[in-house]
C-alpha cells in the first residue's frame, strides 16, 4: 500500500506531463510507443493504490474524482475471437463507427489498463498519438466469450423480455433455461432486486447456449449486425469463431441489456486530464489548440461519437 503519496503525486503529474508533451508532437515511433504504453500503465496502477488506500483511510483521493463517470466508446469485437493490438488490423477486427457511449468510473478505467489485452494507440495520420483503445483480459480475452454477471447493462429489462416478449428469440432461451432458473425468474418481481441464485443460473444457462448450436431458426426477427451477418456466412467450424457468433447473435438480439464484448477508446487529452487531476487531487481541464478540419480533429469526432 502507498504510504507517502506525495512523491506518487509528483509522479504521476510528470507522467502527464510528458504525455501532453507526446500530444502535441508530430512524432512517431516504435520507442515512443513503448514510452506512452510505459506511462499510462504507471499512472493507473499509482492510481488504484492510491484508491486502495484511500478505502482504507479516507481522504486521499477527491471525491469527485472516485464518483466521476467518464465517457468512453464502446467498439465491439467482429473479428477474431483474440484480437491484435495492431493499428494495422484492429479496423478488421473491430467495429470502428457508430458505436455506443458507456460510463466508466476512475477504478474501472484503471483496472482496464492495468490487465490490458488490448493496448493499441491510435495515431491516424501516422505520426499524431490522438487516443488509445483499451481492454482488459476480463473484457476482450478468449475468456470474455462467456458470460458474467457484469455483462447485463439492464436485467431487470432482460429478464422482462424473457418472462413477457413471444418473439422467438425469447422463447427459445426461455425453453432453454434450467428449471431452477426458470422458478427463481418466475418468482422475481420487477419491484425488488434479482438475487444472486437468479444471475448465477441464467449466466450458466445462457454460456451452455453459448458453447452449444444455437438454432438458427430462432434468429428470425432478430436485427442482425453487418458483423454478425458476414460471420454467419462464413460458416464458422472452429469452436472458438461458432461461440463468437452465437455471443454477437445474443448481443444483437438484446442490444439494450447486453454488454457487447469489445474494446473501449478514450482521447489522450481525457488521459491526460484524468492523471494530472489524480496528482494534483482535484479535477482539472486541459486547454489544447487544434487545428479545425484537420484529418486529425475530424476522425477522432467519427470515433467519440454515438
Not at 488490423?89 to 457511449?101: D, E, M, S, V
Not at 495515431?123 to 480475452?141: E, H, K, L, Y
Not at 431458426?217 to 454467419?232: C, D, I, N, P, S
Request: aromatic share 10%; glycine share 4%; proline share 5%.
Amino acid at each position: 500500500m502507498i504510504t507517502q503519496d506525495l512523491y506518487w503525486r509528483k509522479d504521476l503529474i510528470k507522467f502527464g506531463e510528458r504525455l501532453e508533451r507526446r500530444y502535441r508532437q508530430d512524432k512517431w515511433s516504435n520507442r515512443i510507443e513503448y514510452s506512452v504504453e510505459k506511462d499510462v500503465f504507471l499512472s493507473f496502477y499509482i492510481i488504484r493504490k492510491l484508491i486502495e488506500r484511500d478505502r482504507i483511510e479516507g481522504g486521499i483521493v477527491n471525491p469527485q474524482l472516485l464518483q466521476e463517470q467518464y465517457n468512453v466508446t464502446m467498439h465491439p469485437n467482429v473479428g477474431r475471437v483474440q484480437p491484435l493490438n495492431s493499428p494495422k488490423t484492429f479496423a478488421r477486427n473491430f467495429q470502428l463507427f457508430k458505436t455506443p457511449i458507456e460510463k466508466l468510473k476512475l477504478e474501472d478505467i484503471c483496472n482496464q489498463f492495468i490487465h490490458s489485452f488490448i493496448f493499441s494507440p491510435f495515431v491516424p495520420s501516422g505520426n499524431t498519438m490522438v487516443g488509445i483503445f483499451f481492454a482488459s483480459d476480463r473484457q476482450c480475452g478468449k475468456d470474455s466469450l462467456k458470460l458474467s454477471e457484469r455483462d447485463f447493462l439492464k436485467l431487470p429489462s432482460f429478464i422482462t423480455k424473457l418472462k413477457q416478449s413471444t418473439d422467438t428469440m425469447s422463447v427459445y432461451i426461455q425453453n432453454s433455461l434450467s428449471d431452477t432458473t426458470r422458478r427463481e425468474l418466475l418468482n422475481w418481481q420487477d419491484s425488488k432486486p434479482v438475487s444472486q441464485k437468479a444471475q448465477k443460473g441464467l449466466v450458466q444457462d445462457l454460456n451452455k447456449l453459448i458453447d452449444g448450436e444455437l438454432d438458427k431458426t430462432r434468429f428470425v426477427g432478430v436485427a442482425l449486425r453487418l458483423e454478425t451477418k458476414q460471420l454467419m456466412a462464413q460458416n464458422p467450424q472452429d469452436q472458438d469463431s461458432a461461440r463468437l457468433l452465437n455471443r454477437m447473435v445474443l448481443e444483437d438480439a438484446y442490444p439494450l441489456e447486453l454488454r457487447k464484448r469489445g474494446a473501449y477508446y478514450i482521447p489522450l487529452v481525457k488521459v491526460i486530464e484524468i492523471i494530472i487531476a489524480v496528482g494534483k487531487n482535484k479535477p482539472v481541464k486541459l486547454k489544447v489548440a487544434r487545428k479545425a478540419g484537420t484529418f486529425k480533429v475530424d476522425i477522432e469526432r467519427a470515433i467519440c461519437s454515438p
